[in-house]
């Protein structure tokens, strides 16, 4: 039904090529992939339709909610990091950890989620989407290292599920990458970072003057040997960005990508064989097992506004390329030839979005969101011993998959102090596979689905700097295109804890939120918000060990609080809290998975003779998993600091200056690594060891 799609490197390039070629074209001005959006028109500082007027801080409220922010460039330039997706860590309430290496995607915890690898929460470029549906590795699965942090201008990030525009996997949360380069940082521009793990990272970032903050090529180069065994990794990526035609208000721009790594990836080991002296804290099973991962992304921007009109539509078109070989369980499964898998993807999507706004009166706007996209995939696992060689294949399927949304909505303004905005949302989902292991005519499955998701937020302006939120939502999530191949119920006696199937639904969150922002001078803000989020059907896959269990409804019932201080124009500090208690509906048992508690300080200092500094503390709180064990508490601190001096920057980060040995991911489930013993089907805490300390030293000249 769908041949092997080879993604290769030479369109990769020629796509870049295309539009790098022009980047030296007409002077520009913002661009949508540079500035977020759909941003509230400058609501924050309307003093017309009653809203707070903020101070310029590197991360303020969208406007909407209590929970959402906007993540400034000056804080971006200031974090510790060692990709693009550790720029997450400044959003409140949001943990990451990685299980596997630099290559491989995060997993995302957020408001009582695990998110996985994207699952419930959705992520954007622009306004390209990048989770991927129909994962091999994980629906709706994120890789995020081909985005070169140098170029990442802001980041926006939604709690809940309450704006027209989010929709595939919003289910807890929004997040989107706005791409450019600030005034202040333009130029030509290298830098070389070297670090204490043999790392070594070469970028280049090119961002002509006389244009806007969108224009820029940048280019990056990394190789970096890791922190403990088959933990090394390499990359290569290229992004470029610019404006192709632009009048009287409106504007074509042009986006483009291309990237490849590969990596090794140590997987998890047994905290009780740790404890015993058997393995240390930083090694690996395994020493041959990895990854390869390629991306291409190319898209066109056409928007604008005009009096009672504002319009943005993005067409684009994705190519990918994942290899993932990996074993968690040992011989367990098998105790003979292993566990040992390779899972493959080779995928093409195209799709486009719609986003019209019209002013229908001085209190009124109608607003028109929509959305589609089509995928065609080709995907495989494989069973493999040891030395790497195929006995079997579990898994290889064709699929044809498309989303469609329609989002009408209206924005009113009866009162200088109120605003509502709100609509319905329409989704379809339809897939179709091709299941090339079975029988000749029972190879094909299909199936379509609908949703209609409502969204309502409102803002009550008390004073000036006074504002309460409210806000319902529904957000969703498409299943999986493999779950039309599966059988909808578990056979008679069947063990459940083992059980992958489940009947193909769409599923669905009620989210609530109550929230405040308080800014009493320009010193500081505070905000605070109640939220509470609702599932029917519940299903909790363990994508470590591979197993799949359906269960009741669940709720979460959390609170987030933030403080935000600001003593000077450069001198950024603040401290975010999030609590949430996630529970079964029925038996009232803990929900498994992400952390009661998780509480981080932030800090971002950037002088005008040229100082700057970052620092990130968190605390991590004890959080339940599956089978009724708990994970352990953590605390980690990193630091950067840095001072540039006309044409030289020099920069120090580290990580975790504590030196603590936490362990970043924990997980509960069965494994046998030692082949003269009898398998047991007994779960053990297994574990991700989180980063030592390590230090980075980077150089940075300007052109």
Known sequence: MISALSLRRPWCAAALGAVLGLVLATPVAASPFAVVHPVEPDEDDDSEQGAVRLVKVRTRSDGLTAS??????????????RSAEDLLRMVPGLLIVQHGNQGKGYQFYVRGFDAVHGSDIEFKVGDVPVNEPSNVHAHGYLDLAWIIPEVVLQIDAHKGAFRLDQGNFATAASIRYGLGVPKKLRGTRVSYEVGSTNRHRVAIVHAPRARGEETFIAAEVLTDNGYGENRKARRVSAMGQMRMWERDGWALDALATAYGADFGMPGTI?????????????????????????????????????????????????GRRLRLDENYTGYLLDPIRGDRHQQRQDSAALGVSLDYERQLSDTAALRIVGSWRGDAIDQGQDEVLDNGAI???????????????????????PRKWLLVDGGLRFDAYDGQVRDRLQPQGAQEYSGTLVQLSPRLSTRFTIRERWQLFAAYGRGFRTPEARAFTLPPAPPENAD??????????????DNVELGARVQPSELFDLGAAMFGIWIG??????????????????RRLGIEADLQIHPTRWLDLGVDVTAVRGRFVDSDGPIPGAPPLFVQLQAALNHPKGFRAGFRWFVLGPRPLTYGATAGAATVMDLSAGYRMKRLQLDLAIDNVLGSRWREGEYNFASSWDRSERPSQIPAIHFVAGPPTMARLSATVFL
């Open 537 to 554: 059907r519940e299903s909790l896959f363990d994508h470590v060990s591979g197993f799949n269990v359906e269960l009741g409804g669940t």
């Open 391 to 413: 006995w079997t294949s579990s898994r290889d399927l064709g699929i044809l998959q498309q989303s469609f949304g329609l989002a009408p909505g209206l924005r009113l303004t």
């Open 496 to 509: 459940l804890s083992t059980f992958a199937g489940g009947k193909p639904l769409m599923t669905t969150t």
């Open 270 to 318: 047994r905290l009780d064989e740790v404890k015993s002296g058997r393995v240390e804290f930083y090694d690996a099973y395994t020493d041959n097992t990895g990854g390869k991962s390629e991306r291409s992304i190319a898209a066109l921007h056409f928007g604008g506004a005009s009096e009672q009109n504002r319009l943005s539509t993005t067409l684009w078109a994705q």
């Open 68 to 81: 959402g922010r906007r993540i400034g460039s000056d804080q971006i330039a200031t974090t510790p990091r």
